[in-house]
């Protein structure tokens, strides 16, 4: 039987996640959009929704086994992984390619030219699909073999390897570790293909994020615009249009096709040229700022310098939970687990609003940290979330990050908070089938990833000690590195 009250928390939820993906695309899209590409600020809020309930989807599996809720859980994993890849390989793709390939003489050309690109991307992704599943399509699940004799013929039991060895009444004579070879769904090799790939980005931008955040917040604080009087704001002024002049001359070297550019000189200078053109446009709303407003209003500097006082703790809290709880074996204590559970017990909103608090921030890292490695290595172009100015183009990929990194994300909650979510049918199809599945259980079973993602972690945390401050990648010489 379903439970009602379970039942009415997943539709509030759902509400209150929809309006908060639609209230960010409206305070931070820019006005060039406004009244205009409908289709693209859908796709935008379906796909923050989408991320924000794959996140959320761990505690209700818990919620379910808790109250008995009656709700399909299994099912449900795989109706939102699979409406997730739909999202990263058609939909996504699909109108990124459609939004920049905009012609105002050819709405033809337009249309043409995104279909195009997404026929090729279903084509790779399918083949790629396709044969991985039809050769590698199984998983090699660890098991504990018991034979043992009793007053019955001998009978073979088959318990998982991480069962104890003890048999109760009956006399246990011999015991090996074998592996159980079962096929896997096409859902579900589309859920560990989606979560393998996911894993490369997620582990570089969250790495990198986890200290990048909290140290750019506060910097922000640090570094926020003081009251500047008339004769320091007309200076100011002249020095960035200066900047605006030289970045002019850049761009018409650069030409108007700079950004189809293929080649890796062609595409780190456009990127390079993004990066000066952002820093630019920061530090002349930075100098308004400083004049017309008298700094700004102080609370939201407060704001800021506390979020990264909370991103602090957050990292610190992450850190020690995955050395703890991941990398020792066997876990000397739960951790996070443990508040999660004590949380629930108390209310069970309380424990799945914390875990949401710890989820959560891993994507506010993801963006963050793909933002940070596009400002210093030019390899990506950025793409920044700024209120009130943000393309299309911008969300649309933020949005598919967030969307591919999601899978993972789910994955890592689920593999740090084990003994929270014990039981689920998550545990069944991310710690059991794609866990061990044959080629990529490699990386799943020795944590290949996760000490990747710290190590990436550390190495950030050194490199931006030493070099603390983002720089124009175009300086005063009038070129670019």
Request: charged share 15%; with cysteine; net charge negative.
């Amino acid at each position: 039987m379903v439970n009602v009250f379970l039942i009415v928390v997943m539709a509030v939820m759902i509400f209150l996640i929809l309006v908060a993906s639609f209230y960010t695309l409206v305070h931070y899209q820019s006005e060039e959009d406004d009244n205009t590409a409908y289709a693209p600020k859908i796709v935008v809020v379906f796909g923050l929704t989408l991320t924000a309930l794959i996140i959320m989807m761990l505690p209700l599996d818990v919620a379910n086994r808790s109250s008995n809720g009656g709700i399909p859980m299994s099912l449900l994993w795989l109706i939102m992984y699979i409406t997730m890849a739909v999202m990263i390989v058609i939909v996504v793709p699909f109108t990124m390619f459609y939004y920049e390939a905009y012609d105002p003489e050819s709405r033809n050309w337009q249309i043409w030219t995104a279909f195009k690109y997404e026929v090729c991307t279903i084509i790779i992704c399918g083949l790629t699909l396709g044969i991985l599943w039809a050769f590698v399509g199984f998983a090699e699940v660890p098991l504990d073999v018991f034979w043992q004799n009793g007053t019955y013929s001998e009978t073979e039991l088959l318990l998982p390897a991480t069962a104890s060895n003890d048999c109760g009444p009956l006399c246990v004579s011999t015991h090996e570790e074998t592996n159980l070879r079962i096929s896997v769904t096409l859902a579900v090799y589309i859920v560990a293909l989606l979560a393998f790939v996911g894993w490369f980005l997620f582990t570089i931008f969250t790495g990198v994020g986890l200290v990048a955040l909290p140290m750019d917040l506060i910097q922000e604080y640090a570094r926020r615009p003081q009251p500047l009087d008339l004769e320091e704001y007309a200076k100011q002024r002249m020095l960035l249009n200066e900047r605006a002049t030289q970045l002019q001359q850049v761009a018409a070297k650069l030409g108007p096709s700079a950004h189809r550019k293929k080649d890796t000189r062609g595409r780190r200078q456009y990127n390079q040229f993004k990066q000066a053109v952002f820093f630019l446009e920061k530090d002349w709303k930075k100098v308004k700022t400083a004049y017309k407003e008298r700094g700004g209003n102080p609370l939201v500097w407060m704001a800021q310098a506390l979020g990264g006082l909370l991103g602090i703790g957050l990292s610190i809290t992450w850190y020690v939970h995955i050395v703890v709880y991941t990398f020792l074996s066997p876990p000397p204590t739960t951790c996070l687990n443990y508040a999660f559970e004590q949380l629930d017990n108390v209310f069970p909103l309380f424990g799945t609003s914390l875990y949401a608090l710890f989820a959560f921030y891993l994507l506010f890292c993801v963006v963050k940290g793909c933002m940070k490695v596009g400002m210093r290595f030019f390899c990506i172009p950025i793409h920044p979330m700024r209120i009130g100015e943000t393309m299309m183009n911008s969300f649309l990929f933020n949005v598919w990050l967030l969307l591919l990194c999601a899978v993972a994300c789910v994955q890592f909650c689920f593999q740090s908070f084990q003994a929270y979510a014990q039981l689920t049918d998550a545990e069944m199809l991310l710690g059991v089938q794609v866990r061990n599945l044959q080629g990529l259980s490699v990386f799943f079973r020795n944590n290949i990833f996760i000490y990747t993602m710290f190590g990436v972690s550390m190495i950030s945390l050194l490199y931006l000690c030493i070099f603390p401050h983002d720089k124009p990648a175009i300086d005063d010489d009038d070129d670019i590195n």
